[in-house]
């Protein structure tokens, strides 16, 4: 029997049309669903929109509809896209659907009866973009820890998990599957930032709005957007809190997750804490892919520039699209985007490596042989190394493909497709055709091209399969099985399309970037006209375009009050002064560039802030350790910054 294979994507919000990144996601699932089903698994493939909480209530009221007729239009619109770009998943689930929402509350209900859940009273802070609940502490600068955004105070009687409860077992579990989260870094991130400190109770239900599945012994609340949505993954297979789980179930549980960076938490804590409680075994594993992040700033609606999936499809059509955002993102990081190097992609690996060899090829059997293919056994020791590189390339396309390195088993599979063409530079079967003793030769090269694309195609076919049918076709030979791959020379014969089609054409980037531009104009144009771009959403937008930190990054630096105990200026230099400044026990030397603003007999005797851990620097000659900290006006004017209360210098600031 074949091995069972479960494999899930992220479910998308219904709150608006999916851009590149999230569609990325779904290409991304779709391209390991598909090469794991040439390896002989039993796939179950599933994805879907998870279609509550109080964001997409938000908006619906913002469109003038019922969040149903909302999420309906945008479901719908997220299924096209996924269709579009040729998604196969099995199963798209609906988190509005009825028999979703009918084991939501069964597990809810389960969970507060066995303990785990219990009522109590919340007071803390919302953002409601992340759907987030914050306590005081937990804010940086007053803002959502996650996303900086503000966030809403927020009060209500709430039902909570008891996380803590199963933290030591998570982590047990984390030591003994090394495999569980991919990358392991981010391991490392979740014990480091939430484990080791201590997990906080998490508030599981909400009463402030109503769009969300209700909780059936108490319809004052409705169930945390999270726990729904998580609980998609068990119960689309038709998990059934009482016991009664459909086949699938039983089968194909547990799976393999596919999310984005920002959700790990949420699959690598919370969810395997939930399925804990209800004693359900873990997912197999849980990768988390970077985030594709437009050149040139963030994508945003009022500036026209998001990109979509369709939009790009309308250009370059299906496969180039999937290529170029699965070799876009590196492994372990982030991938960035933009319209010209989507040209530049296609024109350098579509249309000149893997186009140009497969047109090159038909024409030449073409040409040389009326179309037939055969192998004349007419060896020599320049194949060996071709030969070699297509046997090889399985084994590691496999590997990476296991390893979630998806842009790394392309490159393997066009080392394929770049060796051959350098194959035919070597082999030159146009001289081998002048010469009628070359014959049997030249009919060996031929073959061993098109072995050799077959192979390569074969590969690709999980990440562009309409174009590798469409190879498959032109070659007259069908794709090879998964098992056959590592050997050379299982074709037998072949006729070759005459009427071959250019799978890639080379492409005029500045044309097509004036239609481009256009576009973006005109959307950006009619994004102000429908909805004149607020002073609100200005400054977010601005904020976005700031790289922004955690709370981790800004706790690596340390920043603490000082006395300045002597100043002077630093001769040879206009600019900078020498300053002597005590911190508590100790004495610093700093040298500061602010010259300009203060005479040196001001600072003296004044509390100022600074840098404390910043590696020292040798300025003018003078060892410097640390950086005060000023204010820089509009007009350049500076400012140091002081603290507004008399502390004792040394005092730490945070
Ligand atoms: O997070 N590049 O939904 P979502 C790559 N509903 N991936 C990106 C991306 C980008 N620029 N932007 C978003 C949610 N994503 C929840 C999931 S699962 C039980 C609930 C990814 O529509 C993001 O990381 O905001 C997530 O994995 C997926 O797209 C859907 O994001």
Not at 398 to 416: G, M, P, Q
Request: glycine share 6%; with cysteine.
């Amino acid at each position: 029997m074949k091995e069972k294979y479960y494999i899930t994507t992220a479910i998308a919000y219904t709150s608006s049309k999916p851009h590149i990144g999230n569609t990325y996601e779904a290409i991304l699932t779709d391209s390991i669903a598909r090469y794991k089903r040439m390896q002989g698994y039993d796939v179950l493939f599933q994805t879907g929109t998870d279609e509550h909480g109080q964001k997409i209530e938000e908006k619906a009221a913002a469109a003038g509809k019922s969040p149903k007729e909302f999420v309906d239009g945008v479901a719908g619109q997220i299924k096209d896209i996924w269709n579009l770009v040729n998604v196969s998943y099995d199963k798209f689930i609906r988190t509005t659907d009825d028999y979703h929402v009918l084991q939501v509350q069964k597990i809810f209900k389960k969970l507060y009866e066995q303990g785990d859940i219990y009522k109590g009273a919340y007071e803390g802070w919302y953002c409601t973009p992340c759907e987030s609940f914050w306590t005081e502490s937990q804010l940086v600068d007053g803002k959502c820890p996650d996303c900086g955004r503000p966030v809403k105070k927020a009060q209500e009687e709430a039902y909570f998990f008891k996380m803590s409860k199963y933290a030591d077992k998570l982590m047990k579990y984390y030591e003994e599957h090394p495999d569980f989260i991919v990358p392991v870094s981010r391991k490392n991130e979740m014990i480091n930032n939430f484990l080791k400190p201590g997990l906080q109770d998490l508030c599981v239900s909400r009463s402030s709005f109503k769009w969300g599945i209700p909780v059936d012994f108490d319809s004052k609340h409705v169930v945390y957007v999270w726990l729904d949505a998580l609980t998609n993954y068990i119960t689309g297979l038709g998990y059934d809190a009482d016991g009664n789980h459909a086949e699938k179930y039983n089968e194909y549980w547990p799976a393999t997750h596919v999310i984005g960076k920002d959700i790990i938490r949420f699959h690598t804590i919370y969810w395997p804490i939930f399925l804990m409680a209800l004693d359900i075994p873990l997912p197999k594993q849980v990768y988390g892919h970077g985030w594709l992040l437009q050149e040139g700033g963030k994508m945003s609606k009022s500036k026209g520039n998001v990109i979509y999936a369709d939009d790009l499809v309308s250009y370059f059509g299906v496969d180039a699209v999937r290529y170029y955002v699965l070799t876009a993102m590196p492994a372990d990081n982030d991938g960035l985007i933009s319209w010209e190097s989507v040209i530049d992609t296609i024109n350098s690996d579509l249309a000149n490596v893997f186009g140009n060899l497969v047109s090159r090829t038909i024409a030449m059997s073409n040409k040389y042989f009326d179309g037939i293919v055969q192998d004349k056994g007419a060896v020599e020791s320049v194949d060996e190394e071709l030969k070699g590189v297509v046997k090889g390339a399985v084994a590691k396309v496999t590997a990476n493909v296991n390893a979630f390195k998806i842009s790394d088993a392309l490159a393997e599979i066009f080392a394929i497709f770049r060796r051959a063409n350098k194959y035919i530079d070597e082999t030159t079967p146009w001289v081998l055709a002048k010469d009628e003793s070359k014959k049997d030769r030249l009919a060996t090269v031929m073959y061993n091209l098109t072995e050799s694309i077959l192979v390569g195609a074969t590969l690709l076919s999980a990440f562009m399969p309409e174009t590798c049918a469409k190879v498959s076709q032109m070659l007259g030979a069908p794709l090879k099985d998964f098992d056959s791959l590592d050997k050379f020379g299982t074709l037998t014969t072949t006729t070759v399309t005459k009427t071959p089609e250019i799978l890639f054409a080379r492409l005029d980037g500045a044309k097509i970037m004036e239609q481009v531009n256009a576009m973006i104009e005109e959307r950006k144009t009619k994004a102000t006209e429908s909805a004149p771009v607020s002073a609100e959403v200005k400054a977010e937008e601005k904020k976005e375009e700031v790289e922004m930190i955690d709370i981790n990054d800004f706790a690596k630096v340390k920043l603490g009050v000082a006395l300045v105990t002597a100043c002077e200026k630093v001769e040879k230099s206009k600019k900078l002064l020498k300053l002597t400044v005590k911190l508590g026990d100790e004495e610093r030397t700093v040298v500061s560039g602010m010259a300009n603003a203060y005479a040196p007999e001001d600072l003296i005797g004044k509390k100022i802030t600074m840098v404390t851990n910043l590696k020292p620097a040798k300025l003018c000659g003078i060892l410097s350790e640390g950086m005060i900290l000023c204010a820089e006006g509009a007009d350049g004017t500076l400012s140091v910054l002081s603290p507004e209360k008399d502390v004792e210098d040394g005092s730490s600031i945070s």
